[in-house]
């Protein structure tokens, strides 16, 4: 597989001989984590038994009636905010029809032609450093199915299963869905955006957006074509669940696509689904227009209607979003693109970062300390910024022994494992431990002193220009001092007591 640069900065790939381009748009649906589902009062759960929070109303019974869940409303507000959409001052709710074992009403109340937020964008972070505009068509809500758990036969899998079990505990759960336009050209790209909307997503505040539990799942719209072509025939990849599942899924349907226009055969719209354990893609079901759904106005719900002031109030609640937060860390704090943009992504290590800068007056230092030794420790151990031992006011007096010369950077890192395994503050295992750096000029000279007087046949080599021959003595002062001479009053010593033996 060749690649090449596109017109947005990103890399697309070009497959066989002839360059054929991919098209790719994602359909994302976000479960919001309100207490209680979008119609009706059951708590919103993962984990529980099957089928223990359910009622007549998420299970479609005869006569009842759904009611909006209003935090729900607030929560998909601030999505198509954060994602600068325009929003609807009147929508509506439609039943969307179709009989599927996980949908007990044999519908879905969703939004169809009028979306709570049209027209939005976000600007995605390519690897190469550019900025690749995805158009946002829509932000609406929904209400989630229930799951299918498919099980005997090859692996669980869905095309080899026995039998599949129903549990409607997801089922009613709020639901966001953001639909880009097909401005994606490639799985990298793909995968950028949903990794980059994930943590846009889970910066507002409105969702866990956790991939493995299910309250983050992706569709993708797939065609391919060769470059200034119109648009091909698409297929839909459903319930990517990873953004390594995404990454392989398109993959493969992009180069089956290929496969079939290089041999002749035409591209079938359908419904397909990617198996990660065999690679293959197969046929779910024969692809739905939106007429197949039989759109008609949910007829026991009110118009929803959003008043400019409960648009502008929720706007002024929304977070410091990434983009914005990534040019502030460069501006204020001297941060290069690639560091700004680690931390803007993942908000409570850039607030932990920003306490330490902010605590030390050292942003250089701050950073190259939270982005590598603190990062390279939790990643070690699997944890959150949140979940570290070591806060951020404790980095921060360690990092003051250091701008003091108190320690070393070598000590800092030991005392920094010691902090994070006992839990004490720094100056008191540098107490405990012996390990303050020795600043003091009149006891480092006279150590010095010593040192070059032991070391006459060095000393005569450096002062005829061997200038590498100051390792050695800063070696030798080093071993007499256990270590914790400070390093650059040592060499600054040396220099001194070497040039004053070559004078005389």
Not at 34 to 50: H, I, L, N, W, Y
Not at 155 to 175: C, E, K
Not at 389 to 409: F, I, K, N, W, Y
Not at 421 to 450: F, H, P, T
């Amino acid at each position: 597989m060749r690649q090449d640069v596109s017109k947005a900065g990103g890399l697309v790939p070009l497959f066989g001989n002839g360059g054929w381009e991919a098209v790719i748009g994602l359909e994302i649906h976000v479960q919001l984590n309100t207490r209680t589902k979008m119609f009706c009062g059951c708590r919103v759960t993962f984990g529980e038994p099957p089928n223990t929070h359910v009622c007549p109303v998420c299970l479609g019974h005869p006569g009842v009636l759904p009611v909006i869940n209003e935090k729900a409303v607030e929560y998909a507000t601030r999505i198509a905010l954060a994602l600068e959409c325009r929003i609807a001052e009147h929508t509506i709710f439609h039943r969307k029809n179709y009989f599927y074992p996980d949908l007990p009403k044999a519908y879905q109340i969703s939004q169809y032609d009028l979306p709570l937020g049209v027209g939005g964008h976000l600007d995605v972070e390519l690897e190469d450093g550019t900025l690749l505009p995805v158009g946002i068509t829509r932000v609406h809500l929904e209400e989630d199915a229930g799951k299918l758990i498919h099980a005997g036969g090859a692996s669980g899998r869905i095309d080899g299963a026995d039998y599949s079990l129903v549990d409607f505990n997801r089922g009613g759960t709020p639901l966001v869905e953001i639909v880009t336009e097909p401005d994606i050209k490639s799985p990298e790209q793909a995968r950028a955006f949903l990794m980059q909307l994930r943590n846009l997503v889970r910066q507002l505040g409105v969702s866990d957006v956790n991939m493995e539990e299910g309250s983050l799942r992706c569709d993708a719209n797939v065609s391919v074509r060769r470059p200034e072509e119109p648009f091909g025939t698409k297929t839909e990849l459903k319930n990517m669940n990873s953004f390594r599942f995404l990454h392989h899924g398109l993959e493969a349907e992009i180069e089956r696509q290929i496969a079939l226009l290089e041999a002749g055969e035409s591209v079938v719209q359908e419904t397909v689904h990617f198996d990660p354990v065999t690679g293959r893609v197969f046929t779910l079901r024969g692809k739905e227009e939106a007429h197949d759904y039989r759109y008609f106005p949910e007829p026991d719900l009110p118009p929803l209607e959003l008043s400019r002031e409960y648009v502008e109030r929720i706007r002024a609640s929304l977070p410091e979003l990434p983009a914005a937060r990534k040019e502030r860390l460069i501006r204020q704090y001297g941060l290069s693109s690639k560091e700004a943009a680690i931390l803007a992504a993942d908000r409570p290590l850039a607030d932990y970062f920003e306490a330490v800068a902010q605590a030390t007056g050292e942003p250089r230092l701050s950073a190259n300390w939270v982005l590598g030794d603190l990062s390279g420790y939790l990643n070690a151990r699997g944890l959150d910024v949140e979940a570290c031992p070591v806060t951020a006011s404790a980095l921060a007096e360690l990092l003051g022994l250091v701008l003091e010369g108190t320690l070393s950077g070598k000590m800092a890192k030991e005392v920094f494992e010691a902090m994070a395994a006992s839990g004490k503050c720094a100056r008191d295992i540098v107490a405990e431990r012996g390990l303050g750096q020795i600043s003091d000029v009149a006891q480092l000279e006279a150590v010095v002193a010593r040192v070059v007087e032991a070391n006459p046949g060095p000393a005569e080599e450096y002062r005829q220009g061997r200038e590498r021959v100051l390792g050695f003595f800063v070696g030798q002062v080093m071993k007499e001092t256990g270590g914790q001479a400070n390093p650059q009053l040592v060499n600054d010593l040396l220099r001194k007591h070497l040039g004053t033996a070559a004078k005389a």
